[in-house]
């Protein structure tokens, strides 16, 4: 217990699934985090939740609304978080979208939504993230979600797999970049996770063919894991919360694999 304690910390993509259970762990951790999302009045509900939840045993919570590709409100969701727990220490870029379809159904706006969010906006977040970490004098963790995406391209998601492909890079070049100010930059890679994400991606999978019936393409995707079942969003957490931690110190420039074994690197 305690490994983050007092860390200030940012986690974009906070109203459900992964990017909540990285905030609820990180406050179990003694962590004083703002739970971001664009859905502003669900993001404040999980916030209150976890602040009765803790009742002053455990982190601090705040929350804002954010739309990640603005790179405006990204400002001020860190301006926010500054001015509510006096820095930042750890930058969680974790927001991201999918919309499947067909390789050659892919259109212009299907590529340009996926890739503002999962790419631009983790591009936005590093930098502003960055640029507040070394205000305050240097040295920060920024951690960002890539995917089994990030390592292997699948037919109906070709936009979301470029996108988290070039969150890896994104991840390796600002690694480069940052570390002459003692800022690590760091990202995982989940596999398929039970989450609302999940349950809307199979739906869009039947709508264009990809599946017949519910849970046929989540039982698809996960035929191979070796661990033998989907994760759970806690089972990413153990990770996430060692990336913000002390504990990582020495790491930068790398994803971590968290798929069961899905896809082997």
Same mark, same amino acid.
């Given at each position: 217990?305690?490994?983050?304690?007092?860390?200030?910390?940012?986690?974009?993509?906070?109203?459900?699934?992964? +990017?909540?259970?990285?905030?609820?762990?990180?406050?179990?951790?003694?962590?004083?985090?703002?739970?971001?999302?664009?859905?502003?009045?669900?993001?404040?509900?999980?916030?209150?939740?976890?602040?009765?939840?803790?009742?002053?045993?455990?982190?601090?919570?705040?929350?804002?609304?954010?739309?990640?590709?603005?790179?405006?409100?990204?400002?001020?969701?860190?301006?926010?978080?500054?001015?509510?727990?006096?820095?930042?220490?750890?930058?969680?870029?974790?927001? +991201?979208?999918?919309?499947?379809?067909?390789?050659?159904?892919?259109?212009?706006?299907?590529?340009?939504?996926?890739?503002?969010?999962?790419?631009?906006?983790?591009?936005?977040?590093?930098?502003?993230?960055?640029?507040?970490?070394?205000?305050?004098?240097?040295?920060?963790?920024?951690?960002?979600?890539?995917?089994?995406?990030?390592?292997?391209?699948?037919?109906?998601?070709?936009?979301?797999?470029?996108?988290?492909?070039?969150?890896?890079?994104?991840?390796?070049?600002?690694?480069?970049?940052?570390?002459?100010?003692?800022?690590?930059?760091?990202?995982?890679?989940?596999?398929?996770?039970?989450?609302?994400?999940?349950?809307?991606?199979?739906?869009?999978?039947?709508?264009?063919?990809?599946?017949?019936?519910?849970?046929?393409?989540?039982?698809?995707?996960?035929?191979?894991?070796?661990?033998?079942?989907?994760?759970?969003?806690?089972?990413?957490?153990?990770?996430?919360?060692?990336?913000?931690?002390?504990?990582?110190?020495?790491?930068?420039?790398?994803?971590?694999?968290?798929?069961? +074994?899905?896809?082997?690197?």
């Amino acid at each position: 217990m305690g490994r983050v304690r007092n860390r200030v910390c940012i986690v974009t993509g906070a109203a459900q699934g992964i +990017g909540r259970a990285i905030g609820e762990a990180l406050l179990d951790e003694g962590a004083k985090v703002c739970f971001a999302d664009i859905n502003g009045d669900k993001v404040a509900e999980v916030a209150e939740t976890n602040r009765s939840r803790l009742n002053g045993q455990g982190g601090e919570t705040t929350s804002i609304k954010v739309d990640v590709t603005d790179r405006d409100q990204v400002r001020a969701m860190i301006a926010h978080t500054v001015e509510t727990f006096g820095r930042l220490d750890v930058k969680f870029n974790n927001a +991201g979208v999918n919309k499947p379809m067909n390789f050659m159904d892919v259109t212009e706006s299907n590529w340009n939504f996926i890739m503002g969010v999962n790419g631009l906006g983790c591009l936005i977040g590093m930098q502003e993230a960055a640029r507040q970490m070394i205000a305050q004098g240097g040295g920060g963790k920024i951690i960002n979600t890539a995917s089994v995406a990030s390592r292997q391209g699948f037919d109906n998601v070709a936009p979301y797999c470029a996108s988290k492909f070039a969150v890896v890079s994104l991840t390796q070049s600002g690694a480069r970049d940052l570390a002459k100010h003692d800022i690590t930059v760091t990202g995982f890679a989940p596999g398929v996770v039970a989450t609302e994400m999940w349950e809307q991606v199979d739906k869009d999978l039947m709508q264009i063919g990809a599946a017949e019936q519910p849970g046929e393409a989540m039982e698809k995707f996960s035929a191979e894991i070796l661990k033998g079942r989907v994760a759970k969003p806690v089972d990413i957490t153990g990770t996430t919360t060692f990336l913000a931690s002390k504990d990582s110190d020495y790491m930068t420039g790398q994803i971590v694999m968290i798929d069961g +074994g899905m896809i082997l690197v």
